[in-house]
Nanobody, 113 residues
């Protein structure tokens, strides 16, 4: 069963913007805090999270540049990415914040100069 369908990645130059979206299965979305993760260089890092009550959290390396939000009517989590840097590149996945479910296919972000 596919729980997460990510989209919106692409290739941009430094300073550019992308908007990632993740459609989440309803049962997971409605009972969990959600998050975006980045996989790069064989590492997975948390990027940002949003609780069921819309409280947001950002890792320092994206604070002030990225915005996470959730659409409770359509079970969608979005990540608005502005002022992108080369170091932001990777494959982005959404998942829950705590006990992880199987990953979706992710969406790739490339920032090139």
């Amino acid at each position: 069963q596919v729980h997460f369908v990510e989209s919106g990645g692409g290739s941009v130059q430094p300073g550019g913007s992308l908007r990632l979206s993740c459609v989440v299965s309803e049962s997971i979305f409605r009972t969990n805090d959600m998050a975006w993760y980045r996989h790069s260089n064989n590492q997975r890092v948390l990027v940002a999270s949003v609780t069921q009550r819309n409280r947001t959290y950002y890792e320092d390396f994206v604070k002030g540049r990225f915005t996470i939000s959730r659409d409770n009517d359509n079970n969608i989590v979005t990540l608005q990415m502005n002022s992108l840097k080369i170091g932001d590149g990777g494959v982005y996945y959404c998942n829950v914040l705590t006990t992880l479910f199987p990953w979706g296919q992710g969406t790739e972000v490339t920032v090139y100069s």
